[in-house]
């Protein structure tokens, strides 16, 4: 088992930032691809940006790429969703999520059933 906490929302202007955190606890971390996905309300989840397990390839949404920027520190099983110039559509609540490794290539998992463990989300609201 692997437990997910994210920390970092909150409500925030047209334009400002925020940073998501997600604690990981349970397994060895450099075994899980990570990944942010969001929902709004009476919407489906959406896929947000993904990370590999050592951290050196991404890959994001179109809809944030160049705003957000996923990263993970190893030594601290943690990943972070930094967030910029951040819109209104950007509200939702955001989920982490741990896809464990199963050999071969990272190839970043875009649909939430390629993932094995889900946090309880945080609330991101941004106001116009």
């Known amino acids: 088992q692997v437990q997910l906490v994210e920390s970092g929302g909150g409500l925030v202007q047209a334009g400002g930032s925020l940073r998501l955190s997600c604690a990981a606890s349970?397994?060895?971390?450099?075994?899980?691809?990570m990944a942010w996905f969001r929902q709004a309300p009476g919407q489906e989840r959406e896929f947000v940006a993904a990370i590999s397990w050592t951290g050196g390839s991404t890959h994001y949404a179109d809809s944030v790429k160049g705003r957000f920027t996923i990263s993970r520190d190893n030594s601290k099983n943690t990943v972070l969703l930094t967030m910029n110039s951040l819109k209104p559509e950007d509200t939702a609540v955001y989920y982490c999520?741990?896809?464990?490794?199963?050999?071969?290539?990272?190839?970043?998992?875009?649909?939430?059933?390629?993932?094995?463990?889900w946090g309880q989300g945080t609330q991101v609201t941004v106001s116009s």
């Open positions: 349970g397994r060895t971390f450099t075994n899980y691809a």
């Open positions: 999520a741990a896809e464990e490794s199963r050999g071969g290539p990272w190839i970043a998992g875009t649909r939430d059933y390629y993932y094995d463990y």
